[in-house]
Every structure is written in C-alpha cells, then in structure tokens.
C-alpha cells in the first residue's frame, strides 16, 4: 500500500469506473473454465493498475468508433487462484508458474475479446477461451480470413495502445514492464475499499 501513496500508477482500478460499457464475462468467477470450478468470488467487479485501466479505455474508445467493444474474462486474478491453475496445468506456454506470479497477479494482464456493438455477439476468434491447442496460437494462420482479420484487428489496437500479445494466447495481453509491480493476493472485497 505505500507504494500506491508513493505512486499513483501502482492504483488498481475497477475497469467500469473508467470503462463503464466495458462488458464482463469473467470465467474464473464461473465454473466455465478450464479447471470446472470457481477461481474467485466476483463476477462483478474486475481491475487493472491505473496505466493498464487507461490504456484499455482508449482501447475501447477506438473499437467503438469501429462498431466494436471489449468483453473481459479475466484481468486482476488473486495468486491463490494461478496456484490452484498450476496445480492442474503446469505448462508455463498457458499458466503462469507461481514461483513467479503472473500479470494476473500484478494487475497488468488481460483476457479479453472483440464485441460487435449491434449485435453483443463475440466475433469469431477460431478459439474459445482457455483452448490450449496451437489453434489459439497468434501465429496459428490455418484459419479462414474472417477469424484471421479479427484477430488482427485485436493485436494492432492493442499493441497501439502499449499492451503486448502472449504468444500461445489469442486473448492474453499484457502491459510491458510488469516485474516492477508487486504479486497480489488480495480479494475483490479487499480491493473495493
């Protein structure tokens, strides 16, 4: 915490109280993930660190003006949640290794998907969620031109707006520079105050 009095860009931020269209579909809230179980409590409320949460706004505000939006999956995730992951997947191309946290841990990483604005639908992104197969890869191109151009149109307005793509992921981005931001292990509840 005193390095948040120190620093404001340590803050985290609840991404509608500067994304307030931003739609949530947070899967490790659910049972609809990988592991078949609830990772964490909220389904309501999810942050990012302040320069993360800014830069995803302009994220957004430039997909809308496209006729798109951002759906979020995940972004803050307590450490007790990438251990439990660890426990089921220790493969370090789709979970993070707890010896070193995660940009879930830091509030620097998100999981997220386009939205068509008239629709709400998902775009086709070749991949569900949490797909730990080469097709879910970036570099993975033995897809149709459609999916393909989605996923683009993902990458380049996120890279535009300072978030890197995770290779194996089609989803996962993070904001660079993340081993300067402490592991967290703190609750939704405890980050609300």
């Known amino acids: 915490m005193q390095s948040i009095k120190k620093d404001s860009s340590y803050k985290m931020i609840e991404l509608h109280s500067i994304i ?5 579909d947070l899967k490790y809230a659910t049972t609809t993930n990988f592991t078949g179980t609830k990772l964490y409590k909220s389904g309501a409320k999810t942050y990012l660190r302040l320069p993360a949460a800014k830069a995803l706004a302009q994220v957004q505000q430039e997909l809308n003006a496209l006729g798109y939006g951002l759906k979020i999956f995940d972004a803050y995730r307590p450490y007790s ?5 660890w426990e089921l997947i ?7 290794n707890p010896a070193k ?4 841990n830091r509030g620097l990483a998100v999981d997220v998907t386009i939205i068509d604005l008239k629709t709400g639908e998902e775009l086709a992104m070749g991949t569900g969620f949490d797909n730990f197969t080469d097709t879910a890869h970036q570099s993975f191109k033995n897809l149709p ?3 393909l151009q989605n996923r683009n149109i993902l990458v380049l307005v996120m890279r535009k707006h300072g978030f890197l793509p995770l290779a194996t992921e089609w989803w996962h981005f993070y904001w ?9 292990n703190l609750s939704f509840k405890q980050l609300s105050k």
Not at 81 to 85: D, L, N, Q, S, Y
Not at 101 to 104: A, E
């Open 20 to 24: 307030p269209d931003i739609l949530y």
């Open 81 to 85: 949640a990438t251990k439990r992951m």
């Open 90 to 96: 220790q493969d370090e191309r789709y979970v993070a």
């Open 101 to 104: 946290g995660s940009g879930h």
């Open 145 to 147: 031109e459609t999916i």
């Open 176 to 184: 660079p520079n993340d081993k300067d931001y402490a592991v967290l």
